[in-house]
């Protein structure tokens, strides 16, 4: 149950696109189809908003796009605004266990 | 509304013992596998343990198996989590989750849990 590799920061100006990656191996991330993605403003509960790789719940803006190719997931978020900014955290089913990746701080510059 | 709200959070003594409950409402919640997941203090996110809908199926980490106990009363519509031999690392804000396959889609705000002597 290692936990999935995040870069701690990322960002972007106003109206730019920024990607965030996640790393984790072929027993979880390329294992299987269940990778989400949460957003975290400070002092706020996680926030769904990419779940099994690709999908959209509803609400969130298709300014948010989630992605995988082999051990990797990414989550792409396209005209960034002032409110993206926030922790972002991956996470991945492993079987029997789910494990989160340490989180990327996405700083709106 | 879909709702859920934790509780039983506190100060506890290392070796001690808790039990948090997470009361859910404006959802069918037999139909639903529940989670708990933690956040220590300025760290990330850290799945603690899942229990699947009606059968009642149970998974842990493996930082708190056998030390922590996750069940569910459908008739009262309630996950809880009985925490055993607690430790300072289990120092956190615990969240309980819907969802399955690491997919949560609705969050509690937490209650927070802090073992020290």
């Known amino acids: 149950q290692s936990a999935l590799t995040q870069p701690p920061s990322a960002s972007g100006s106003p109206g730019q696109s920024v990607t965030i990656s996640c790393t984790g191996t072929s027993s979880d991330v390329g294992g299987y189809n269940y990778v989400s993605w949460y957003q975290q403003h400070p002092g706020k509960a996680p926030k769904l908003m990419i779940y099994?790789?690709?999908k959209r719940p509803s609400g969130v803006p298709d300014r948010f796009s989630g992605s995988k190719s082999g051990n990797t997931a990414s989550l792409t978020v396209s005209g960034l605004q002032a409110e993206d900014e926030a922790d972002y955290y991956c996470n991945s089913f492993a079987g029997t266990s789910v494990v989160f990746g340490g989180g990327t701080k996405l700083t709106v510059l | 509304e879909v709702e859920m709200l934790e509780s039983g959070g506190g100060l506890v003594q290392p070796g001690g013992s808790l039990r948090l409950s997470c009361a859910a409402s404006?959802?069918?919640?037999?139909?639903?596998?529940m989670t708990w997941v933690r956040q220590a203090p300025g760290k990330g996110l850290e799945w603690v343990s899942s229990i699947s809908g009606s059968v009642g199926s149970t998974h842990y980490a493996d930082s708190v198996k056998g030390r922590f106990t996750i069940s569910r009363d459908n008739s009262k519509i309630t996950l809880y989590v009985q925490m055993n031999s607690l430790r300072a690392e289990d120092t956190a804000l615990y969240y309980c989750a819907r969802g399955r396959y690491g997919t949560y889609d609705i969050w509690g705000q937490g209650t927070m849990v802090t073992v020290s002597s």
């Open positions: 099994e790789v690709t």
């Open positions: 404006g959802f069918t919640f037999t139909n639903y596998a």
